[in-house]
């Protein structure tokens, strides 16, 4: 099936590495923005002719706007979702790392769909961090973390986030989905290429509810304790096993 692109935005109208990067590559894309956000119409004027459509919803956090993608595009189908500052992808070539050629994106969405059909599963990921150390070439199915910046799904009804997990909702959801179709695809030779970005996005939330991120750490802990722990060279943070 053709994948769906849908890139999660708010506050960054004249900033969007997601789209540049699915402009480049000739892939269908969807900008999905809250209806209050104030720059709605700068986005709109940088963007409307440059995206397949703009979709609102009236999501509280970033969950609940993935669950807006869902709902908007229904079940069976694969989408994949991108937040807005990542500017593409790189592989593990060697020891180190290197962008994606053009066309390498898609032929990995494909890859990774043949793969969920061979392994019963609906969610996949790639390695979280941008580490050549860390990283292998290869394809992994179990249970293990992928981060949302760029997680893939065949969206289904029994497959959603969780609105009150204002941070770290993306451990819980593959987590979720680990357990209930025995484990995601985690491609462990590409990670993300993240842009900088001081504005806009969660930035600005972050900086609001801090204490929010310790209320979803203690949430993961005790929803999962046989797959989380903290991270103990990272405050705030925690790890999946």
Same mark, same amino acid.
């Given at each position: 099936?053709?994948?769906?692109?849908?890139?999660?935005?708010?506050?960054?109208?004249?900033?969007?590495?997601?789209?540049?990067?699915?402009?480049?590559?000739?892939?269908?894309?969807?900008?999905?923005?809250?209806?209050?956000?104030?720059?709605?119409?700068? $986005?709109?004027?940088?963007?409307?002719?440059?995206?397949?459509?703009?979709i609102?919803?009236?999501g509280?956090?970033?969950?609940?706007?993935r669950n807006?993608?869902?709902?908007?595009?229904?079940?069976?189908?694969?989408?994949?979702?991108?937040?807005?500052?990542?500017?593409?992808?790189?592989?593990?070539?060697? +020891?180190?790392?290197?962008?994606?050629?053009?066309?390498?994106?898609?032929?990995?969405?494909?890859?990774?769909?043949?793969?969920?059909?061979?392994?019963?599963?609906?969610?996949?990921g790639?390695?979280?961090?941008?580490?050549?150390f $860390?990283?292998?070439?290869?394809?992994?199915?179990?249970?293990?973390?992928a981060?949302?910046?760029?997680?893939?799904?065949?969206?289904?009804?029994?497959? %959603?986030?969780?609105?009150?997990?204002?941070?770290?909702?993306? $451990?819980?959801?593959?987590?979720?989905?680990?357990? %209930?179709?025995?484990?995601?695809?985690? $491609?462990?030779?590409?990670?993300?290429?993240?842009?900088?970005? +001081?504005?806009?996005?969660?930035?600005?939330?972050?900086e609001?509810?801090?204490?929010?991120?310790?209320?979803a750490? +203690?949430?993961?802990?005790?929803?999962?304790?046989?797959?989380? +722990?903290?991270?103990?060279?990272?405050?705030?943070?925690?790890?999946?096993?």
């Open positions: 099936m053709q994948p769906i692109f849908a890139v999660i935005s708010r506050g960054r109208p004249d900033h969007q590495p997601a789209l540049d990067w699915l402009n480049r590559e000739g892939l269908p894309s969807f900008l999905f923005l809250h209806a209050d956000d104030p720059t709605r119409h700068s $986005y709109e004027a940088n963007w409307n002719d440059r995206v397949d459509d703009i609102f919803h009236n509280k956090n970033g969950p609940a706007a807006a993608v869902f709902d908007y595009f229904g079940d069976g189908v694969h989408v994949v979702t991108i937040d807005d500052d990542i500017r593409g992808l790189l592989k593990l070539k060697g +020891k180190k790392l290197q962008p994606f050629d053009r066309g390498a994106f898609e032929r990995l969405t494909k890859s990774a769909e043949a793969n969920m059909s061979i392994n019963g599963a609906k969610v996949w790639i390695y979280p961090v941008a580490n050549a $860390y990283m292998k070439n290869r394809i992994r199915f179990g249970t293990c973390f981060s949302g910046g760029v997680l893939g799904t065949i969206t289904a009804r029994t497959l %959603r986030f969780d609105e009150e997990l204002w941070f770290k909702a993306d $451990y819980d959801f593959v987590l979720r989905a680990a357990k %209930r179709y025995g484990g995601i695809v985690r $491609y462990d030779g590409v990670t993300m290429n993240e842009a900088k970005t +001081k504005h806009g996005g969660c930035v600005e939330q972050r609001q509810y801090r204490a929010k991120n310790e209320e750490v +203690k949430t993961l802990l005790a929803r999962w304790p046989k797959n989380v +722990k903290r991270n103990p060279r990272r405050e705030g943070e925690v790890l999946v096993r």
